[in-house]
């Protein structure tokens, strides 16, 4: 299989020799690099992408779902080109932020609105401002969760090993990881344990409220609710990290849910594939945001492209009927995995939330990140592969998922499904 994607990848890997003496791995950030050496992409248009060598994909990595609007979408074209005319950044507020502020507070309940650019910028200030107003400083996260890449929340990501804390990056101080704590996703009382043994010292639970850096790990019945109770009992903040979920049903986890975290964090999808992230929550938790109170800044913070493409998407695109036009494409996709594994009668599960699903090696779905390690990875990989070879992008990583958008087809759907029959053989005769 390796061998078949060297032999179609020969300019990506020219490019890859000699970006990596320039970025290290050959590129820009770490999950874009994978073994031997990462495709060089060129560009997209709807549900497609193109490489370097001229190979198209059916694209359903979008992004790190990003892009349900799709690649190049002409809306988002239209209304940017336009925006551009009048500058990319004018420094003061610019008069169109607070349009885009009352759209997201009606449609996801929240208050007040604060605009960054990344996600990892959203809960970076999410913790500051949960430590501000509870004044204590544990937090509490869930193993396999991912929350951006600053320093307080890098800790068991990833861990390929079965240890309780595991930092996932060199350089940060044990200083800062003593006030992460970290909890078994969908198990409360992993949570309850941490929350009885420190109940004074702990600001928030923060979580990704159906879980989408281990596979798709959705909460199960209860679950959520009893955080929601615990965060009652000991005065704890519950920020929902909705930079993935956020964007993947109409009003986010916590329209899907109906709950109302204290503070939630959006990005990706929301704007339409360009770098904007909400910070939102209740008033009293908000108003804290202010000089000689909680820090809140960025040059590059709700600029007018990143307004525009965020207005554009959530008022013209990304609107209930194309939550519909997704719902059912993901559906689609989830019944031909279905079908394929009694087909072939292979050990393969699926889980799916909207318009993203994922597909695991294994005879049980996995409820945490532990057992998605127990998974069979090594076939994962040759599925992926294999699937690369035949033209699809079917998801970034064993821990990711896949994503459609307003743009793909229903051929596109029958495609994938149609690759991924061959792709799911290979991996089960591996
Ligand atoms: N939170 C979640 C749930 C994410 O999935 C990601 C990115 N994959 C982030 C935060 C970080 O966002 P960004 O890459 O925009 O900093």
Same mark, same amino acid.
């Given at each position: 299989?390796?061998?078949?994607?060297?032999?179609?990848?020969?300019?990506?890997?020219?490019?890859?020799?000699?970006?990596?003496?320039?970025?290290?791995?050959?590129?820009?950030?770490?999950?874009?690099?994978?073994?031997?050496?990462?495709?060089?992409?060129?560009?997209?248009?709807?549900?497609?992408?193109?490489?370097?060598?001229?190979?198209?994909?059916?694209?359903?990595?979008?992004?790190?779902?990003?892009?349900?609007?799709?690649?190049?979408?002409?809306?988002?074209?239209?209304?940017?080109?336009?925006?551009?005319?009048?500058?990319?950044?004018?420094?003061?507020?610019?008069?169109?932020?607070?349009?885009?502020?009352?759209?997201?507070?009606?449609?996801?309940?929240?208050?007040?609105?604060?605009?960054?650019?990344?996600?990892?910028?959203?809960?970076?200030?999410?913790?500051?401002?949960?430590?501000?107003?509870?004044?204590?400083?544990?937090?509490?996260?869930?193993?396999?969760?991912?929350?951006?890449?600053?320093?307080?929340?890098?800790?068991?990501?990833?861990?390929?090993?079965?240890?309780?804390?595991?930092?996932?990056?060199?350089?940060?101080?044990?200083?800062?990881?003593?006030?992460?704590?970290?909890?078994?996703?969908?198990?409360?009382?992993?949570?309850?344990?941490?929350?009885?043994?420190?109940?004074?010292?702990?600001?928030?639970?923060?979580?990704?409220?159906?879980?989408?850096?281990?596979?798709? !790990?959705?909460?199960?019945?209860?679950?959520?609710? %009893?955080? $929601?109770? #615990? +965060?009652?009992?000991?005065?704890?903040?519950? =920020?929902?990290?909705?930079?993935?979920?956020?964007?993947?049903?109409?009003?986010?986890?916590?329209?899907?849910?109906?709950?109302?975290?204290? !503070?939630?964090?959006?990005?990706?999808?929301?704007? %339409?594939? $360009?770098? #904007? +992230?909400?910070?939102?929550?209740?008033?009293? =938790?908000?108003?804290?945001?202010?000089?000689?109170?909680?820090?809140?800044?960025?040059?590059?913070?709700?600029?007018?492209?990143?307004?525009?493409?965020?207005?554009?998407?959530?008022?013209?695109?990304?609107?209930?009927?194309?939550?519909?036009?997704?719902?059912?494409?993901?559906?689609?996709?989830?019944?031909?995995?279905?079908?394929?594994?009694?087909?072939?009668?292979?050990?393969?599960?699926?889980?799916?939330?909207?318009?993203?699903?994922?597909?695991?090696?294994?005879?049980?779905?996995?409820?945490?990140?532990?057992?998605?390690?127990?998974?069979?990875?090594?076939?994962?990989?040759?599925?992926?592969?294999?699937?690369?070879?035949?033209?699809?992008?079917?998801?970034?990583?064993?821990?990711?998922?896949?994503?459609?958008?307003?743009?793909?087809?229903?051929?596109?759907?029958?495609?994938?499904?149609?690759?991924?029959?061959?792709?799911?053989?290979?991996?089960?005769?591996?």
């Amino acid at each position: 299989i390796l061998s078949e994607y060297v032999s179609k990848t020969q300019k990506s890997k020219i490019i890859f020799e000699e970006a990596i003496k320039y970025l290290p791995l050959g590129v820009s950030s770490n999950y874009r690099f994978f073994d031997p050496y990462p495709i060089y992409l060129v560009k997209g248009n709807g549900g497609r992408v193109w490489d370097v060598d001229g190979n198209e994909y059916i694209d359903f990595i979008l992004g790190f779902g990003a892009l349900e609007v799709g690649h190049a979408n002409p809306k988002i074209i239209n209304e940017v080109t336009k925006a551009l005319q009048d500058s990319s950044i004018l420094g003061f507020e610019y008069y169109k932020t607070v349009e885009l502020a009352k759209i997201i507070s009606k449609r996801y309940n929240v208050d007040m609105v604060r605009f960054s650019s990344t996600g990892t910028e959203a809960t970076m200030h999410a913790i500051r401002i949960a430590r501000a107003y509870t004044k204590r400083k544990k937090i509490i996260k869930f193993e396999g969760h991912y929350h951006g890449s600053h320093d307080q929340l890098l800790i068991n990501i990833n861990p390929m090993v079965q240890k309780d804390r595991v930092p996932s990056s060199l350089g940060i101080p044990e200083e800062t990881l003593s006030n992460t704590l970290v909890a078994e996703w969908n198990n409360l009382e992993s949570v309850e344990k941490l929350v009885k043994s420190q109940s004074n010292d702990i600001c928030c639970v923060i979580m990704e409220p159906v879980a989408m850096n281990m596979g798709l !790990i959705p909460p199960e019945k209860d679950f959520l609710k %009893g955080i $929601f109770d #615990l +965060s009652k009992e000991y005065n704890f903040l519950v =920020i929902f990290d909705e930079v993935k979920t956020g964007g993947k049903m109409y009003s986010g986890a916590l329209g899907y849910y109906n709950v109302k975290p204290d !503070i939630i964090l959006m990005a990706k999808s929301i704007a %339409g594939g $360009f770098p #904007l +992230s909400v910070i939102a929550g209740k008033r009293e =938790i908000m108003e804290l945001i202010g000089p000689n109170k909680v820090a809140h800044g960025g040059t590059f913070n709700a600029n007018p492209i990143s307004v525009i493409a965020s207005y554009v998407t959530l008022t013209q695109i990304l609107t209930e009927n194309a939550f519909y036009y997704m719902e059912t494409l993901s559906d689609r996709l989830e019944r031909g995995y279905r079908d394929i594994a009694d087909d072939l009668d292979v050990d393969l599960k699926v889980t799916r939330w909207g318009p993203s699903g994922m597909i695991y090696f294994s005879k049980e779905v996995p409820r945490n990140y532990k057992e998605l390690l127990k998974t069979d990875i090594p076939r994962w990989f040759t599925y992926f592969y294999s699937m690369l070879n035949s033209g699809i992008l079917p998801m970034a990583g064993f821990n990711e998922q896949w994503t459609v958008s307003v743009m793909h087809t229903k051929e596109e759907i029958q495609k994938h499904i149609e690759k991924a029959y061959d792709a799911v053989k290979k991996a089960k005769e591996e």
